[in-house]
């Protein structure tokens, strides 16, 4: 039986005030959540484990005053530790580990309220942008389950885009929070490196944060988490000033942009211009063909030291092939190859951080999408590092000319879908997708706003104010978790 049916009305700031005004319990809104999971799951496989007795003891010793009281929630299968949960990282590798202890920003969740009740699917250890891990089997998009929610937090994005909850974890090294929101049609902000806390030992690249459908839901479970004084939540009242906004209109890191998405950044642009904003045509000058290499390099050398180190951490011995999934053995098989190129990488990584952040002296924000193309379909994206590749860059050991044509092939070949968003994990400022777009067939289309490092407050009013403009938590995708969905036929 569900909880509160009045659940499709509210987000999690309003479902919160609800029960601080006891007009529903934190138990009624987990039943309804759970009952929500239950009914859309099937289709989607958002959620690969389930802690219901222990959520429910949880939401019965609710402090209702808390920010987010009562709100239920999900924990992506990767990063920081659930208690008591699996944590596989979508890999058969630690199908069997079961952390004892809470990750710090799982205790601050916790914290402020939220009531974790299930953890959401991901690729193996969040190596690719779309979630079709061996271990679980894929996650479908609710806009169309033959297509992906995107990766790495993909089952958190099905999860909330279905209206299973309001807000979910996710976590972002690469757009693994902005690639499956702007797939699921959701809030995704990639906050400024250092805003969250993280787990020991993460590059200094991912970051910690939510999904949501709203933008002060995001705004309300940083300040959640971030520890600021500063409320982002009570930031949304002030609407941002009058902003220079840069449009990107090339590729950036891909070969080329679907033209449905030239579309859609052409019509967030107007928006922009429509409330009053300074709106160019403009982009910093950087070397993408570079910035594509060198980040493939640091990617797969990190991949390489995280199996050699990670497992005998955690589990006292080795990986080996038969532990993990073709692609990711393959991926840190490269690495081990291009490990003398990591430094000279994290130098050019470096430098065209620095052109990035430099570019903002002159614009307060950079328009562009995220990705190049509306959602790929289920294993459109192939297996990205095969076989061949590593042993062609076996081959080219000795000469540094072959090892960076073949890189830099790689690399293209990568980012032909995630096209945008993993500059800004290099330089650490943040950006955020906003659903503004969709597809004549209505697939979502993120539109990704950056800022400086520590505007994220400021991405967040800009957020609010578009939101207002161009309302978009009604659309409903085809698969909702609403009563309608839990009837029977």
Known sequence: MSGFTDYDAYDAVGLAELVRRREVSAGELLAEAQARADAVNPALNAIVFRRDAEAAREADAMQPDAPLAGVPFLVKDLGPPLGGAPLTCGSKLFANYVPTYDGEIVKRFKAAGLVAFGKTNVPEFGLVP??????????????????TPGGSSGGAAAAVAAGVVPVAHASDGGGSIRIPASCCGLVGLKTSRGLNPVEPFTPDYIVDHVVSRTVRDSAAALDATSGRDASFLAGLDTPPPRLRVAVVRSAMLAGAVSPVVKDALDEAARLLASLGHHVDEAEPALDYDAFASAFLIEWAAGARVMLDKFPLAVLGRAATRDDVEFGTWTLATIGGHLMAQRAEAQAVLRAESAKLIDFFTRYDVLLSPVLATPPLHISEAGAPFPEKTAAKIADAAGSAQRMRTIVRAVARKSFAFAAFAAPFNMSGQPAI???????????????????RVGDDGLLLRLGRELEQAAPWTRRRPRVWSGASARQPA
Request: proline fraction near 16%; include cysteine; glycine fraction near 10%.
């Open 433 to 451: 997708s906003l659903p503004l777009c969709e597809t004549p067939d209505g697939l979502p289309i993120g539109i990704q706003v950056a800022g």
């Open 130 to 147: 779309v979630t079709e891990p061996a271990l679980f089997g894929p996650c479908r998009n609710p806009w169309d389950t033959e297509r």
